[in-house]
């Protein structure tokens, strides 16, 4: 099997002052391609460090991916780091340094001095185009090895990624079919509840099932080999029924992205738009639906309504579902989704429909309730988009999901 590694480089990804979003990306794409990441390293901008690195990786990797340190700066190693672990010399790419003189001058700006430092590689290295910006990669046979070096800037180095690297994986080696991944995300059960019933399932050789909490979910993953997808599905039917109403949905899109995706298939026709208005979960709701480009028409931020003990009384159902229609009417709207303050562990939601009108109040049961802030409002808000998506779907609005009670209904 393919050994493919990564290398992350930068004193800011070792010390966590930035997050790692690239090894992130790079993990799930090789992933998708057949190709799963077997290791990952972080190195900081130092010259030794980084030589012994690549050095190392290089007796047991069949491809190393080399991500960082290709900047015009004295921090940035990568490409020295290179020349040196294969015994080499720096060069100058006339070529790329034609390029990037042109990407300054389309720009009406003038090329440091100190970008020339980008167009050095190593001597016995093959160019890899940077479509999108002035670092340049390349590539280099390093003993068993064959090292990649991105730059990392998000943008440039996923582009290189999908457009030169990965095509230059498969013209050398015979790569195996991407792998069968069936997702689900679940909510209201932990994590070892859902084990105890899932883990005695017999299941199809190489296949395996895993787990991912990350509050206020769980997911569930079933993988693969693709010959194997009949007695996957097979098996997916068992998790589903153990699942059960703690089911949320399945895929790798999230709830918002969900709805973005239903909301123009609703309507008669015509997609429908969505008004809201929030108190407990302080815009939540709005964020994460604007960031999956959700048709949203209104966003409306309440404050809370506490009395002079400071304790937020409940709205009564009816009266938060005629606000719900109002906050739909003001905006132009199709639907119009109000959450309510938190009254103890207490909260309402009211959700208007060109059709009918819901309310609901729902208990955060004790796991819930002693939970940190942030925690409880991405529980609030994750129970009111299922609300929308359940309306959505032409399921039952209302649910029961463990870790909450259905207090009342309208």
Known sequence: MLRVEMLCTGDEVLHGQIVDTNAAWLASYLFEQGMPMSSRMTVGDNLSALVAAMTERSLRADVLIVNGGLGPTSDDLSALAA???????LVEHAEWLAKMAAYFAERGREMAPSNRKQALIPASAELIDNPVGTACGFALQLNRCLLFFTPGVPSEFKVMVEREIVPRLRERFDLPDPPLCLRMTTFGRGES?????????????DVVLGYRSSMPIIELKLTGPA?????????????????GESQLYEGTDDLPARLA????QRGRGRGLTLALAEQFTAGMVTWQCRSADVPVTGGECWPADTDKAGAAPLVGLPALAQQAAQLAQRHGASLGLV???LAQDHFSVALHTPDQDFAQTIVLRNNLARHPLRARQEVVALMALTMLQRWLQGRAVYAEYGWVRLAATL
């Open 83 to 89: 020349a040196t672990a294969a015994g080499d010399e």
């Open 193 to 205: 509840d859902l084990a105890n019933e899932l883990d005695g399932l017999p299941l199809p050789e």
């Open 227 to 243: 010959h194997e997808r009949e007695a996957m599905e097979q098996v997916w039917q068992q998790i589903r029924a153990v699942a």
């Open 339 to 341: 959450v309510g303050d």
């Open 261 to 264: 995706q239903l909301l123009p």
